[in-house]
Structures are given as C-alpha cells and as structure tokens.
C-alpha cells in the first residue's frame, strides 16, 4: 500500500464533508444511505470509512465543522453577521443551504436524541466562546452598551439565531427580516434614542 | 336520539380538544393513534369523529385553539408575557408543556409538509395581526419606540418567539432566559440609555 501524504488525506477527507453535507442536507440524517453518500463524495463506501468510523462519526465531523467555520464568522464579523448570511444566502462560496441542512439537522437530532444532547452541549460551546469574546472586545472598545452583562448579551443573540434557523426552516419568507436584525444588532450597541 | 345541548355539545368538544391534547403532545402527531386517543379523552372513536371528521381535523382544531389562546394573552399582555410564561411554565391551569407540544408539532409539520404550512398560514395570520394591534396601542399610549415602524417591531417579536420555542424543544435551560427577555422587552419600547 502507498503512503499519502498528509495533503492528499486532508483532500479527501474535505472531499467526503462536501458531499456528505449535500446529502444530509437533501435527505436528513435517517435518508442519507451509503449508498446516496456514495454517490454524493464520489467515493467508495470503504474509502468514506477509512476516513470516518460510521455515519453517526462523519455527521458529528460536519456539524463540527460548520460550528467553527461559524466561530469564525462570529469572531471576526460577530454572530448577526451569521444571521445576515443566512438569510440572504451568504457567500457565494459556502452553500448556505447546505449549511442550514447540516444546522436543522442537529436541532432536529437535539430535541429527539438525549444522547446526542450530551455529545453535542460539549461541541456547541465554542460558539458561545467566540460570541461572548467577540461582545467583550466590542465592549472594551466603547461599541457595546454596558448596562447588561456580556452572558446576557450573548445569550439574547444565541436565542435570535434559533429563531432565525427555525424561520427558515419552516419556509418562511427571509426577506422582511433585514431591518428586524438591524433591530437586534442595535439593541445590543451603545445607543441613545429619544 | 335525543336532543342534546348546546352546552353539552361544547364541554364534549372541550374535553376531547383536552385529552387530544395530552396525547399529541406525549406521543406527537403520528403517534397518536386513535387507540390513544380514546384513551386519552375517556371517549370512544366513535363520539370523537362524531366531533372531529378525523385527526387531521382534530390536531388543527387543537392548534387553533391554542393560536386563539395565545392571540388573546398578546391582546392582554403582549408577545414578551407569552415567551415568559412559556419559559417560567405559565398559568397553572393553562398545562403550557401540553401546549407547547402542540406548537412544537406545528413547527414540525410547518418544515415538512407544504399542504399544512398554505392551510396554517391562513390561520397563524391571527396572532400577527394581534401583536401589531397591541404594538399600535402601545406606540399610541407613548410606550413604544417610534424609530421602526410596527410591522418590523412585530416580526422581531415572533422571530424571538420561533427562538425560544425552539431553544425549550431541544431541552436548553430556560431559567436564565428571564434577563434576556428583559432586553427583548425594553428593545421594542421607548428608551433613553447612555
């Protein structure tokens, strides 16, 4: 057997997330047989679990993988910027539908699955992290107002973002919701109104 | 046959809505087969689709009445009193977690199925309509923000809403989501701060 190298494996490892993120986005969790995978990455079922132990393992990869590409938005852009992306349907480079998929699936997975739960609580708290770091940058700034603690603050984006994520979900239009961010994303700044 | 009441006709339909409504909630949609519901209600299948012509009609019954419910606490007391007796457990005699499962189911059949999201649409249209009522009474009385207009103000509320409905389905603590509705409340209303 050849060796690869460290590249090759991170290429085919991103090569099966992209596909298998299409296919869990299409057909849920339960709907995404190997067989669809297989057609989805391109790969044979043995290639994909050389990579990833189970089905159970690479969705966990996924929903991991969308959670710190979203850490990342929230650090440099904050977390209504991830909310702004979702509903306008984002970069044109990061399929947001696809996205979204993988995001429903988990809150899906979350409300049915108390094992899940558990694994997840562990996984998902990065998010919280990077919102509450970025709200006390904002903070020391002189950008964020200062009469509710941070915890708050983050937790009051936190619950808008569910709300936005299940707007979606149920198929309801997007595009009245720009000014009610702006309302959001002002709410939490240092502001004076009359 | 005998004649039977108005009355007696309504506390029937009364007590299956009550029973259906439990079992919906405990064994969600699909779930709750008839069996169950006989059970659940104390009546035969018979007298329930003498009421109700079958489920589908039932669970919407239900879900109306429930919208109907809700829609009359707005009208009271507003959408921030409705997310706060959902997180706190509301009312004593209101049972909110039965309620909340009918809304959860709502959510549910709102994501996957089309014909129930045209059919809901026509209806959940109440609970807007009621939330804008109460915001232009508010801005009247000179309580509400009048930098946004009322439609966005009420659109920010029930996304918040589609929030916190989600965040208790998938089993999140509530109990400190209390100061978060604190700056959802103050966000809609009239506020100096520096």
Redesign the interface.
């Known amino acids: 057997m050849p060796r690869v190298s460290q590249d090759h494996l991170d290429a085919r490892r991103r090569q099966i997330l992209d596909g298998a993120r299409t296919c869990f986005a299409r057909y849920g969790y339960e709907g995404a047989t190997v067989r669809r995978l297989e057609e989805a990455t391109g790969l044979s079922r043995g290639a994909i679990f050389h990579h990833f132990r189970d089905k159970e393992s690479l969705f966990l990869a996924l929903a991991e993988d969308d959670a710190r590409r979203m850490a990342d938005v929230v650090s440099r852009e904050g977390l209504v910027q991830v909310m702004r992306d979702l509903i306008t349907g984002g970069e044109a480079d990061e399929r947001p539908a696809d996205w979204l998929g993988t995001r429903?699936e988990v809150?899906r997975r979350?409300?049915t699955d108390?094992e899940f739960?558990a694994h997840w609580a562990q996984r998902s708290a990065q998010l919280t992290t990077a919102t509450r770091e970025r709200l006390e940058r904002q903070r020391e700034a002189g950008n964020l107002?200062d009469?509710?603690?941070v915890?708050?603050?983050a937790?009051?984006l936190e619950?808008?973002?569910?709300?936005?994520?299940?707007?979606l979900?149920?198929?309801l239009p997007a595009d009245?919701?720009e000014?009610?961010l702006d309302?959001?994303e002002?709410?939490v700044r240092?502001?004076?109104?009359?």
């Open positions: 429903l809150s979350l409300r108390p739960r107002r009469d509710v603690p915890p708050v603050l937790s009051y619950l808008v973002l569910e709300g936005v994520v299940s707007h979900a149920m198929g009245d919701l000014p009610v309302v959001v002002e709410s240092r502001f004076r109104r009359g």
